[in-house]
């Protein structure tokens, strides 16, 4: 079971950090990734990180203003999210890859996870 949590309200600018605790097994041998969806949209790749932390992927949207990062001893999953802005408003998701990638783009698409946590709504006020 994946939870989400961290989201919240923030003004154009700042930052937030977002957490995915995985409770009942480990998944610190799988790659994780964030996802978003905005109403009337379609659910987005945000980034991704392999099982051991040491390669990450972001959308470029995102790229240079959020940072993904893992404590596998913790079983969690972070997105650092700093230069907010209103169009980053969404619900964002964590997901498990259990399959391994051979090359990080392999994390971009949302049916290649086996488990969805429930979202955490971000919105960015300008």
């Known amino acids: 079971q994946l939870q989400a949590f961290g989201g919240g309200l923030v003004q154009a600018g700042g930052s937030l950090r977002l957490s995915c605790a995985a409770s009942?097994?480990?998944?610190?041998?799988?790659?994780m990734g964030w996802f978003r969806q905005a109403p009337g949209k379609e659910r987005e790749f945000v980034a991704a990180?392999?099982?051991?932390?040491?390669?990450?992927y972001y959308a470029d949207s995102v790229q240079g203003r959020f940072t993904i990062s893992r404590e596998n001893a913790k079983n969690t999953v972070y997105l650092q999210m700093s230069s907010l802005k209103p169009e980053d408003t969404a619900v964002y998701y964590c997901?498990?890859?259990?399959?391994?990638?051979?090359?990080?783009?392999?994390?971009?698409?949302?049916?290649?996870?086996?488990?969805w946590g429930q979202g955490t709504l971000v919105t960015v006020s300008s």
């Open positions: 997901a498990v890859r259990r399959a391994p990638a051979q090359t990080m783009d392999a994390y971009l698409t949302a049916q290649m996870y086996d488990y």
């Open positions: 009942g097994r480990s998944f610190s041998s799988y790659g």
């Open positions: 990180i392999n099982w051991s932390g040491t390669s990450t």
